[in-house]
């Protein structure tokens, strides 16, 4: 069921975030929960939704093996909102939470990105999120968790693709910042509750037009939750989760302001000594070459290389047109795709790049 103004709903939200930095700048008072450097954090309560923050989302992508075909790569972002003004209406039809997803398929034989959208309010079991574990729906768009044995399962319907992907952890979550608390800013007021499961093997079937198929792969987890705002003078973020090829997992982002220059930066790296965070200092993007969108004028620098500490890792896409353009419903355009990785020449990992603010500030 669609709630009532949904496209003005839309347009106030952006439809995708992968950092909580692009929160709108609105004050969180009591009626949001704020994020709290070393609240308690469990599992697998915490996989689920928490309805006392403002705004929330779990985010999966990865590349999927095909036989006979080239690889793709694949998104599914589940959002919930939360509306305070609705907390004293009795009425079960009050938009209190809403709930909204974005489906995607990087499929460079085609050469560009197949992608669809679904909101709902949260209710009348038509959409949902659990508070005491990862399960969300709308409609029949899905993302849970089965504990035993322990999987994920996204399960999309959309009018020109669709998959039934399972998820098998190979590693355990891995929490973002300090113990979970993840600072976009200089300022702690600007943090996410943070956790990232990388490297889950992936097994199950892609339907692209009329054509289904057996897939195997890698992919990732993100799952965030804040009241927080969008720090001044930030118009946009540049983020990557990547699973390397050794087993390893690398998170990083910086935030940008309007010169293109970094407001602030962070990273974790696992790797099989162990997990280590790293400072803004220990971080930088440069650019090597840009892909300019002939349908917003937006220029991504779509190949990257990317130093984190002593480490050099090349991206490079795989295709360069992963623009996602929303100005009919949220009113954000962005880049968002597949990417593989390499270090001094050779391949070591894969994973998803997201650019914001490119085709102009962030605005809502």
Known sequence: MTPPHADLLLRRLLLKLPLLAALPALAHGPEFDPVV?????????????HPRHRIEWWYITGWLE????APVGFQLTFFRVRQPAHDASTSRFAPGQILFAHAAVSDAARGRLLHAQKIA??????????????DVFIDDWSLRREPAPERLMARITAPDFGYALD??????VLWQGDAGFSQKAAD????????????LAVSGTLGIGQRRQRVRGRAWLDHEWSSALMPDGATGWDWLGLNLDDGGALMVFRMRDGE????????????????????PSDIEFTVQRTWLSPRTGGRYPVALTIRVGDRRFALQPLMDDQELDSRASSGAIYWEGAVSASEAGRPVGRGYLELTGYAGALRL
């Open 121 to 134: 309010r949260a209710g009348f079991g038509l959409a949902e999120a659990s508070v005491s574990d990862l």
């Open 188 to 199: 702690p007021a600007h943090a996410s509750h943070y956790l990232s499961w990388p490297q």
């Open 66 to 69: 095909r036989d006979g075909a």
């Open 260 to 279: 293109g220059r970094a407001m602030w930066a962070a990273a974790t790296l696992r790797a099989a000594s162990g997990e280590r965070q790293f400072a």
């Open 37 to 49: 450097r070393g609240a308690p954090l469990m599992l697998p309560r915490d996989h689920g939704s």
């Open 167 to 172: 998820f098998t952890p190979t590693q355990p």
